[in-house]
RNA sequence: GCCCCGGUAGCCCAACUGGCAGAACGGCAACGGAUUCAAAACCCGUACAGUGUGGGUUCGAAUCCCACCCGGGGCACCA
């Protein structure tokens, strides 16, 4: 880092507000927060029980962290000082406030650190936890220290695997919206009120096949599906963590499709209600989009084909098309395709549509193997070109009785709707472009309104519009003719549901969440297996299942394109861990179980910890209710309930903020909670970002070391480029707060970051600029203590009209602002008021203790010291935020402008309260609208008292 | 390709529901002065942009509408 002009000065006066002053300070202050617990928040019961205002209390937090091994740059914390300076302002303005960080610590780096090294994950991660705190805690962050917790406490995550039995332990219930314990729905299968899906009595089905069935209800679940396989990582991925073009977010290694036993969370169940309660969520708006896009919610039907041997059924957005579906594609994955296919090619089959082989069955295989080979990022390149082979089925349409063949294609995809569609190629460009390269027919049902005609021969793509009207699309039973598109599905609809061949339906894109990992890292399920293969979960007396110590933290990772490799997990190769004697207390006494192997994903100890905020050692309960319902209950401003504020990246859109939306709302549910959405306000912080130089090779050189010379950059001598990008140890452009601190002080750093610019957009960091930031916080210091004396220099005259009023409007100013969380303009009107204050020869008492208290969140060190040096006792922590007086806030004359026909043509000085009428006359008299008016009459004249009026000529 | 968000002085940024033909306040950098043996710091002062481009609505547009350009983000064979 350059060095400071402001801090090496030499003979500088004894009481200049300079780094080693301002480390002083923060020190100090630092050590009476922390022994005086000032920040330490109050619960109405249990351990933490203390003093609480029932009306007002703020529920604030932070995305928390994964601790790296490299600790902090200066572009992390930005976040954790909004809602510091927030929090601040909160308690100052009476709130009971509560605001603590911990640590997400489970995850792939310490993993693979250990594999590299040899050291515990354990090890490096506390010691990475350890180095955060100590960097945080040197910014002077008010959080209460109680309430910190980490995920990879066996005591935190025992809670982690509790949630998940009660997952387990639920199903979803459609008839009341909600998860309902499996219980109830074992009553009812072993009552007979709900039939087994092959119609045998409860009680005759063996432990294994009651899996089966429950496994179709549980909530978490775990079975044979399609899943990401990555190699590379050696384990299976979740939806949320492939890259769109199928690589993994972590490492950017290749993807692949592969069946796996794995487990599973039934999010889709919660899909309806993760849409619609946004509507109760003050979030950015380009968030909740994401999360709309990402569950994808599409209204259609599903309707049933008759196939030889069965039926396919398909869901459709576009039943109104059913007249022109002229043939079936199902993808190649689909279960039936192995039933429909008939030993020998039908008579006819054009030679295209075989693919190249003697028997459909041939082709069949070989499709689905080159398919299966492919990974996604294959798929995606090859998208514009349609494959895929006929089955040698024919299918009927169910309205028009038309043969149709059925096809499989890899366009067609086994996770969405039912893995098969109805083709209808005429309006609908996939459908299109795959009949064309099939010679397929192709019928118009939509008359087209771009004027192309209804003969798709001469189209060039089909057509699609929802505004527009059916045509060729009536049968004996039903005419959709001259129909609209909307009403036209209704109406089909309304037929196939009266025929029993289909109905209405709503389906998502969202897909199950992959929940089981092939790590060592992370939380064990609590779930064992007996000799016969049945699944038990584990009683919660049992709990936690704690990490066992291995030899190898390694999972087995493979060549990053062996698609058919299959994954092995760490905890596998632990013997004496897998296979234990226990005594579940079911009644069956001690017995032999093998434990499931596979760990949960770094997602689920960030996906309640704000309820372990609240009530942080409760050994009873996951939180006490009463402490939830204080902090997170729904009330008038938020109905949902859930943390009053939430600030964190916009990375976890659909992550991280999709899956604790999830398991609060089993919880929920459940009863375990009263809050139906875990966070109520949102606000993504931008990224600060920094200069990156590099050399002629484009290698990143050290930025601290870079040199400008006439506009041009320069590293050893050598001329370096110059743009922007993160900041970070590999770009080699990192400044550490430690640094940082040391050379300016902590509260320089938290003024410095706000008043960079607004809290939601990114900002590159500019060393040269935080000189503003430190002279703001010194001439501050100088308006409050002599430099050369250390002297108070305040005096007890009243203040002067101007300043008075400056004093008021900063406060006024502030309070809005900071509410509104537009640190930047909070930070330039306390710049405004301290220059004012600057130029006075003595500064009145009562605004140098405003501003104090004004800038207490911002730079609360140096707040506390003046205060304090004022003559007060104590922490101003809870002191009250200054409030304007309204009478200093209006000006006793304003200028008010005078336009004719929107020009500025003079001005005039009026009382605020003049009324329109008055004004109007005294407009109309000012000798700049006269000469402007040259004569002209008046058509009208717009009146904006006090400050406009804007006369229109005739 | 589709969907979001944003483009104001050399740079970072302000401007409430459209209202000073013309952009504050603030900060960095620049320039001048004062101070100093000299410099730094501190203090005082100065200059610099007509709001990405082109249309439109309006008495009046940075603000609303349309098209385009540039930058950032998301989605991408989802039937």
Redesign the pocket.
Not at 768 to 776: C, D, L, M, Y
Not at 901 to 904: C, D, I, T
């Given at each position: 880092m350059t060095q400071s002009?402001?801090a090496?000065?030499g003979?500088?006066p004894a009481y200049?507000y300079n780094a080693k002053l301002a480390s002083d300070i923060e020190e100090r202050w630092q050590d009476y927060w922390r022994t005086h617990a000032t920040f330490e928040a109050p619960n109405p019961v249990g351990s933490l029980k203390g003093e609480v205002s029932e009306a007002k209390h703020s529920f604030i937090m932070d995305m928390f962290p994964y601790p790296s091994g490299s600790g902090l740059h200066v572009g992390h914390p930005l976040g954790y000082i909004a809602t510091d300076v927030y929090g601040r302002f909160q308690r100052m303005n009476g709130y009971t406030v509560l605001h603590t960080l911990g640590y997400d610590a489970f995850g792939l780096p310490a993993e693979q650190h250990a594999v590299a090294t040899g050291e515990h994950p354990r090890a490096s991660t506390e010691r990475a936890i350890e180095i955060y705190r100590r960097q945080l805690n040197r910014l002077g962050l008010a959080h209460d220290p109680r309430r910190s917790i980490e995920t990879i406490d066996p005591e935190y995550y025992r809670w982690t695997q509790w949630i998940f039995l009660q997952i387990f332990n639920s199903w979803y219930d459609p008839a009341r919206g909600g998860a309902r314990p499996i219980s109830e729905l074992i009553e009812q299968f072993a009552a007979g009120t709900r039939p087994t899906p092959d119609g045998r009595a409860w009680a005759e089905l063996s432990a294994v096949e009651r899996d089966e069935v429950l496994g179709e209800y549980r909530l978490a679940y775990a079975k044979e599906v399609s899943v990401n396989w990555c190699p590379g990582l050696g384990t299976v991925l979740a939806?949320?963590e492939v890259?769109?073009?199928g690589r993994s977010e972590r490492g950017n290694f290749p993807v692949f499709k592969s069946k796996l036993r794995q487990w599973m969370m039934r999010i889709t169940a919660y899909g309806d209600r993760l849409i619609s309660d946004l509507d109760l969520l003050d979030w950015p708006?380009?968030i909740k989009?994401?999360q709309r896009?990402?569950i994808?919610r599409?209204e259609?039907a599903r309707v049933e084909f008759a196939v030889e041997g069965g039926k396919i059924t398909?869901?459709?957005?576009?039943p109104d098309t059913l007249f022109g579906a002229t043939y079936m594609?199902l993808?190649p994955e689909h279960e039936l395709v192995t039933s429909i296919v008939p030993a020998a090619w039908p008579e006819g089959t054009p030679e295209p549509w075989r693919g190249g082989a003697a028997t459909p069955a041939e082709a069949v295989e070989a499709y689905r193997a080159m398919a299966a080979a492919k990974s996604?990022v294959d798929?995606?390149m090859?998208?514009?070109t349609?494959?895929g082979v006929f089955t040698g089925a024919y299918a009927v349409n169910p309205v028009s009785g038309e043969s149709i063949p059925v096809f499989i294609a890899?366009?067609?995809?086994?996770?969405?709707?039912?893995?098969?569609?109805?083709a209808?190629p005429a309006h609908?460009?996939?459908?299109f472009?795959f009949a064309r390269a099939f010679g397929l027919p192709i019928r118009c049902v939509v008359k087209p309104t771009d004027g192309r005609g209804e003969d798709p021969a001469s189209w060039d793509e089909a057509f699609v519009a929802y505004d527009a009207v059916l045509v060729n699309s009536a049968n004996a039973e039903v005419s959709l003719d001259g129909l609209g598109v909307v009403e036209a599905k209704a109406a089909i609809t309304k037929w196939l549901e009266g025929k029993g061949i289909g109905e209405g339906t709503v389906?998502y894109?969202l897909r199950d969440w992959l929940f089981s990992r092939q790590r060592y890292w992370g939380e064990p399920f609590p779930i064992v297996y007996d000799e016969d293969g049945a699944m038990h979960a584990l009683p919660e007396s049992m709990l936690p299942v704690e990490v066992p110590e291995v030899e190898d933290y390694s999972p087995r990772t493979f060549d990053a394109q062996d698609a058919a490799s299959e994954p092995e997990t760490p905890l596998s190769r632990n013997a004496d861990w897998v296979d234990v004697d226990l005594d579940l207390g079911d009644g069956r006494g001690v017995r032999r179980y093998r434990r499931e192997t596979n760990t949960m994903p770094n997602w689920a100890g960030s996906c309640w910890y704000e309820l372990r905020y609240v009530d942080p050692d409760n050994a009873v309960d996951l939180v006490d209710p009463a402490n939830e319902r204080y902090w997170m209950g729904p009330t008038a401003h938020k109905r949902a309930g859930g943390v009053d504020l939430y600030i964190g990246g916009?990375?976890h859109?659909?992550l991280h903020l999709l899956y604790a939306r999830f398991w609060h709302k089993v919880l929920f549910d459940l009863g375990y909670v009263s809050s139906k959405e875990p966070f109520h306000k949102l606000f993504n912080q931008g990224m600060i970002t920094a200069d990156v130089y590099r050399d002629d090779r484009g290698f990143p050189v050290p930025a601290g070391e870079v040199e400008e010379r006439d506009g041009a950059y320069f590293w050893q001598g050598a001329a370096v480029t110059r743009e922007a990008g993160k900041m970070g140890k590999s770009l080699k452009n990192s400044v550490s707060p430690d640094e940082f601190c040391a050379e300016y002080g902590a509260d320089t750093l938290r003024v410095y970051e706000l008043?960079?610019?607004?809290l939601e957009?990114?900002?590159?960091w500019?060393t040269?600029?935080?000189?503003?930031?430190?002279?703001?916080l010194?001439?501050l210091w100088?308006n409050v203590v002599d430099e050369e004396t250390g002297a108070l220099r305040v005096v007890e005259d009243e203040p002067d009209l101007a300043t008075a009023r400056a004093t008021h409007q900063a406060v006024a100013g502030v309070q809005e602002d900071v509410a509104g969380l537009?640190f930047?303009?909070a930070?330039?009107?306390l710049?405004?008021l301290n220059?004012h204050l600057?130029?006075l020869e003595r500064v009145p008492r009562s605004s140098a203790e405003a501003l104090v208290l004004a800038v207490a969140p911002f730079a609360p060190h140096l707040a506390e010291e003046l205060w304090s040096r004022l003559g007060h006792e104590g922490s101003l922590a809870y002191a009250p935020f200054p409030q304007a007086d309204p009478r200093f806030l209006v000006a006793d004359e304003?200028?008010c402008?005078i336009?004719v026909?929107?020009?500025?043509r003079d001005?005039i000085q009026v009382a605020p309260d003049i009324t329109d009428e008055a004004l109007k006359e005294l407009a109309l008299a000012t000798e700049g609208a006269q000469r402007a008016l040259d004569g002209r009459g008046v058509r009208?004249v717009?009146v904006?008292a006090p400050?406009?009026v804007?006369i229109?000529p005739a």
């Open positions: 002009t402001v090496a000065a003979d500088e200049r939806n949320e890259t769109a073009d708006e380009a989009l994401q896009n990402w994808g599409s259609g398909v869901f459709t957005t576009r594609v993808a996604d798929r995606q090859d998208a514009k349609k494959t890899d366009y067609v995809l086994m996770g969405y709707g039912t893995g098969a569609i109805m209808v609908d460009l996939r459908d472009a389906n894109r916009a990375e859109a659909v008043s960079m610019g607004p957009v990114s900002k590159p500019d040269k600029a935080v000189a503003g930031s430190i002279r703001f010194q001439r100088r537009r930047n303009t930070v330039a009107k710049i405004v220059n600057t130029k304003v200028t402008v336009q026909q929107g020009k500025v001005k009208t717009i904006r400050k406009l804007n229109v």
